[in-house]
């Protein structure tokens, strides 16, 4: 069973709209959770990280939410823009080297 | 600063021939890794190196062979292609800190086609 579970697996939404995408995990140990953006055809790139004790975390238009008690993260992206169309990739860490992936939510933003 | 670079990008090869697959980060990382993702499954670890010298399996390493001969790259081998190896590869490197635990770059992916 994967460790880490993500919604939707994919999903359309129009330009400048906002949308919000779920990541649940059963990792433990815990050290941090992180979300990664993946464009078609590139490597993965972290978009944020956050800590046991951390609630919330922001880079630009996303905002992660993170609660430790029940497990699950979250990533929204406000207004939405054509270059957000990737793949989401949340990403657990327990500490010992050894990374938990999701298997992603696939975004496409329509004009 | 290149980061993480991959070579070769794409590769087609036949059923039983053997490849290297060459990663190189100039960001004096100790730690290397070698991923692949396949459609509808997340990144998968075949091999992974925490310093110079050293290399570890990962959750899927049949049919791969990994070395560090130096700090700065992390060869992956494949010594009899199968067509269950058409994947896109990733490499990776990263740092620990104690605030952040380990961050982690990628490189850009090499597709390979076994035929």
């Known amino acids: 069973k994967n460790q880490v579970e993500q919604s939707p697996q994919s999903l359309i939404i129009l330009e400048g709209k906002n949308c919000t995408l779920q990541?649940?995990?059963?990792?433990?140990?815990?050290?941090?959770l992180r979300w990664y953006k993946q464009d078609t055809g590139r490597g993965p790139v972290s978009l944020t990280i956050?800590?046991?004790?951390?609630n919330t975390k922001s880079n630009g238009r996303y905002t992660a939410t993170l609660d430790a008690d029940t497990k699950q993260s979250s990533l929204h992206i406000t207004a939405s823009q054509l270059s957000d169309s990737a793949s989401y990739i949340c990403?657990?860490?327990?500490?010992?080297?050894?990374?938990?992936f999701g298997k992603g939510n696939q975004v496409v933003v329509i004009p | 600063n290149a980061g993480v670079t991959q070579t070769p990008k794409f590769r087609v090869l036949k059923t039983g021939q053997s490849m290297t697959l060459l990663c190189a980060q100039d960001?004096?990382?100790?730690?290397m890794y070698w991923y692949r993702q396949d459609p509808g499954m997340g990144l998968r670890l075949i091999h992974y190196?925490?310093?110079?010298?050293?290399?570890a399996k990962g959750e899927v390493p049949d049919g791969y062979n990994v070395s560090r001969l130096k700090k700065q790259n992390f060869l992956l081998g494949l010594e009899s292609a199968a067509p269950s190896q058409t994947s896109v590869y990733f490499c990776?490197?990263?740092?620990?800190?104690?605030?952040?635990?380990?961050?982690?770059?990628f490189g850009e992916g090499s597709w390979l086609t076994v035929v």
């Open positions: 960001m004096n990382h100790e730690y």
């Open positions: 990403v657990v860490d327990n500490g010992n080297n050894r990374l938990a």
């Open positions: 990776a490197s990263s740092y620990w800190d104690a605030s952040s635990g380990n961050t982690i770059y």
């Open positions: 990541c649940n995990y059963t990792v433990s140990p815990f050290s941090n």
């Open positions: 956050m800590t046991f004790s951390e």
């Open positions: 190196s925490v310093g110079e010298g050293t290399t």
